[in-house]
């Protein structure tokens, strides 16, 4: 038995290898969630100014108010590649202005914007 990450090889019965498996496949599914929730939050910057979006969806996401406008969106996209990849369930009720173009935030709550790959 190995895994994708460092690969080490283990052996394993074969009477002993549906329960190991079933141990190690959770394990695993924890150790990946757990990378992939900590890339994420140390690339995800919550910011005020265009110039700190613009730095912040460069490497990661941004936390940023929005004005729900299709052309706003449009040139955010042209502008740095980066379109609102979620509006949070669990956002803190917040107002603000768009960080584009200054009007009223549309939605009540930060969206997080990002690349697409
Ligand atoms: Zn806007």
Redesign the pocket.
Known sequence: MATRLGGEKTPVSLAAAPARLEYELTAYQDLLLRRATEFRDQRTVTVDSWDDFAAAVATGWARAF????TE??D??KAATAATPRVIPADGEPEEGT??????PSAYGKRLVFGRAY
Request: proline share 0%.
């Open positions: 929005h004005c729900g406008g706003c969106e040139d955010i768009c960080i584009r173009c200054g009007r």
